[in-house]
């Protein structure tokens, strides 16, 4: 079993940054991918940016030049530093990855229980 909790959510003013953080623990042989996804009020879960299992980054057009994502395999953590953020961009942000865990080790995909994040005035 893995476990992903999240943490770096916050309210900030419109124009602030934050980062977020994501620590995978348990039974580990590889974490292959990470995805940050972001749920609204009445809106449907969407991506915000990942490593995809080749290696690659990608990002939602909406989030593209103000937010980072990273990783830090030796700690099994991603990160997505936000910037220039904006009202719309309120929501509870979900950690998502793709480990590779148990015995025998087979693939899995894992979710972290959010964390929110709100910008206001």
């Known amino acids: 079993q893995v476990q992903l909790v999240e943490s770096g959510g916050d309210s900030v003013h419109p124009g602030g940054s934050l980062r977020l953080s994501c620590v995978a623990s348990?039974?580990?042989?590889?974490?292959?991918?990470w995805g940050w996804y972001r749920q609204a009020p009445g809106k449907q879960r969407e991506l915000v940016a990942a490593?995809?299992?080749?290696?690659?980054?990608k990002y939602a057009d909406f989030v593209k030049g103000r937010f980072t994502i990273s990783r830090d395999d030796a700690k099994n953590t991603a990160y997505l530093q936000m910037n220039s953020l904006k009202p719309e961009d309120t929501a509870v942000y979900y950690c998502?990855?793709?480990?590779?865990?148990?015995?025998?080790?087979?693939?899995?995909?894992?979710w972290g229980q959010g964390t929110q994040v709100t910008v206001s005035s």
């Open positions: 348990g039974s580990i042989f590889v974490i292959y991918a």
């Open positions: 998502n990855a793709g480990v590779v865990s148990g015995n025998p080790p087979a693939p899995y995909d894992y």
């Open positions: 490593f995809t299992s080749g290696g690659s980054t």
